[in-house]
C-alpha cells in the first residue's frame, strides 16, 4: 500500500509542477503509520471520519459526498471494507455514536494545536 501510494502521489506531483510549471512538493507533512492494534484503528477512522467537521469544511458529517462515513453508516455505496472496523460495534447507530461522540473532543485538539502554533510565530 505505501508503494502504491507513493506512486501515485509522485506521479501527481511531476504532473502538477509541469502544468504549473513550479516544482517542489504538493504534500508536505503526509506521514503514513503502521496501524498495530484494533483500538487504533477505530480511533484512525474516527478521526478520518470528524477530520472534515474538525476542520470546518463542513457542519453536517452527512452532507459531506468526499467521504466514506455514509458508507460505513449504509446509506450509500462504495468500495470500503468496513467489516474489520463495524464488527467492533453492535450496530451502525453504535459506531455513528462512537464517531460523534468524540467531536468537541478531537475539536479541543485541534484548537491547542492552533494556539501552540501562534504562540511559536510571537
Keep these: 500500500m505505501t508503494t502504491f501510494l507513493s506512486k501515485i502521489t509522485n506521479s501527481y506531483t511531476k504532473y502538477f509542477n509541469t502544468k504549473y510549471q ?3 512538493p504538493l504534500f508536505v507533512g503526509f506521514k503514513a503509520s503502521m496501524i498495530e492494534s484494533d483500538e487504533q484503528l477505530l480511533h484512525v ?3 478520518i471520519h470528524l477530520n472534515p467537521l474538525i476542520e470546518h469544511v463542513v457542519r453536517d458529517l452527512k452532507k459531506f459526498p ?3 462515513y455514509l458508507e460505513f453508516l449504509g446509506e450509500k455505496s462504495g468500495f470500503c ?3 474489520e472496523v463495524l464488527r467492533h460495534f453492535t450496530s451502525l447507530q ?3 455514536t462512537f464517531v460523534l461522540d468524540s467531536q ?3 475539536k479541543s485538539i485541534k484548537q491547542m494545536e492552533r494556539l501552540k ?3 511559536a510565530r510571537s
Design 22 to 24: 513550479r516544482g517542489g
Design 45 to 47: 477512522c474516527r478521526y
Design 66 to 68: 468526499y467521504s466514506s
Design 81 to 83: 471494507i468496513k467489516e
Design 94 to 96: 453504535a459506531y455513528e
Design 104 to 106: 468537541d473532543y478531537q
Design 117 to 119: 502554533l501562534e504562540g
